[in-house]
């Protein structure tokens, strides 16, 4: 029923920023303790969200969040770029999607983030976009509000009195990266994966054998296909040969 206990209480939560940061306030008391690199996989609900897409827009996805804290601001923004840039690989060298990097507007930036960057990726099939992934630079916006004081004792005062306050970033990536690998490469015909992440790369289907053809002749096209076979793994190719009799050639082909 709707209405009936579970047996295990659960947490619906969009992102993990007040469990995490309400943890850092405890950890950082001084600047020799920063920086703080969290990063974890999980789930995250957008519950307001009304229309939805297999893969690129969920109420639930899976996916990794990182959270960090400096003492200072330069090494903070210096991360954030650096993520971009592991999102941006991530796409270009394992899902063949060549990506746009940028900014974000102050209206489409994350609340409470000083700037967002991110990744696009353009859809020819719909003319529009979609985020691929983002990093933000929260600067000192988190650390200062009261109910986290991510604070330490301010190195440069010689009285120890000063504090000063964490600059923070945080960075996300999730499982619709396959959602748009699936709307770039894959077409009317069916799913296309990229080479890099495809589970099989190449299928080498044996062909030419007619039906009089002798054992002799079966032998050496098994052979060849298997000496195929031998040097395309020998390459760290993903490589699969079909060379089962229960479909014909091209039935394979339309299988693979």
């Known amino acids: ?32 303790d920063l920086p703080i690199k969290v990063n974890q996989w999980c789930n995250m609900v957008r519950w307001e969200a009304k229309q939805t897409m297999p893969l690129i827009r969920m109420r639930e996805n899976l996916w990794q969040e990182g959270h960090t804290a400096f003492a200072e601001k330069a090494a903070a923004e210096e991360e954030v770029l650096q993520i971009l840039e592991l999102y941006a690989k991530i796409y270009e060298e394992m899902l063949a999607v060549p990506v746009v990097r940028g900014k974000k507007t102050r209206a ?6 000083d700037y967002t960057m991110t990744v696009e990726i353009y859809v ?67 799913l296309v994966m990229a080479p890099g992440v495809a589970s099989q790369q190449v299928v080498i289907v044996p062909v030419g054998l007619k039906a009089s053809a002798t054992e002799l002749e079966k032998q050496r096209l098994s052979e060849a296909c298997q000496l195929l076979e031998k040097d395309l793994n020998a390459s760290g190719v993903r490589v699969k040969l079909d060379d089962s009799d229960r479909r014909s050639s091209g039935n394979k082909f339309n299988y693979w």
């Open 1 to 32: 029923e709707n209405d009936a206990e579970i047996n295990e209480p659960v947490a619906l939560r969009p992102t993990s920023e007040t469990a995490i940061y309400s943890a850092y306030s405890g950890w950082v008391q001084s600047h020799r």
């Open 108 to 113: 489409e930036t994350f609340p409470g983030a």
């Open 124 to 190: 020819g099939a719909t003319g529009r976009s979609i985020q691929g992934g983002t990093s933000h630079h929260l600067g000192q916006r988190f650390s200062r509000m009261r109910m986290f004081e991510i604070s330490f004792q301010d190195p440069k005062d010689s009285t120890g009195q000063a504090k000063e306050y964490a600059y923070q970033n945080s960075w996300g990536f999730s499982t619709r990266s396959l959602g748009a690998m699936v709307l770039v490469h894959g077409d009317d015909r069916g």
